[in-house]
Nanobody, 124 residues
Framework: VQLQASGGGLVQTGGSLRLSCAAS????????MAWFRQAPGKEREFVAA????????YYRDSVKGRFTIFRDNAKNTLYLQMNSLKPEDTDVYYC??????????????????WGQGTLVTVSS
């Protein structure tokens, strides 16, 4: 599956953005999906994950209550709604896909497919 992330941009503290990740192919619905983010010189860190049917959803603690991950399998698209953004949310955001969401969902190494990244900048 090929992934194309979009929706990043510059926003003020407290603002909102919605990221999208469009997937190619007919098998998007089979994949668990996730969002990661990465700052220059730092490791890629887990943000949120969602199972193929949306029944299981996970977030890193710092985004709980502010970010919402959801998917539309009919449109082959994954989303990340980001509200109440903070300067520390500034990063390049990546979407990722894996067949089957295991207990290691927070680890970037388990994901087989990655989008190209979209930059989110939150100004103070």
């Amino acid at each position: 599956v090929q992934l194309q992330a979009s929706g990043g941009g510059l926003v003020q503290t407290g603002g909102s953005l919605r990221l999208s990740c469009a997937a190619s192919g007919r098998t998007f619905w089979r994949y668990a999906m996730a969002w990661f983010r990465q700052a220059p010189g730092k490791e890629r860190e887990f943000v949120a994950a969602i199972s193929w049917g949306g029944g299981s959803i996970y977030y890193r603690d710092s985004v709980k209550g502010r970010f919402t991950i959801f998917r539309d399998n009919a449109k082959n698209t994954l989303y990340l709604q980001m509200n109440s953004l903070k300067p520390e949310d500034t990063d390049v955001y990546y979407c990722a896909a894996v067949l089957g969401l295991s207990s290691g969902y927070r680890e970037a190494r388990i994901y087989n497919y990655w989008g190209q990244g979209t930059l989110v900048t939150v100004s103070s």
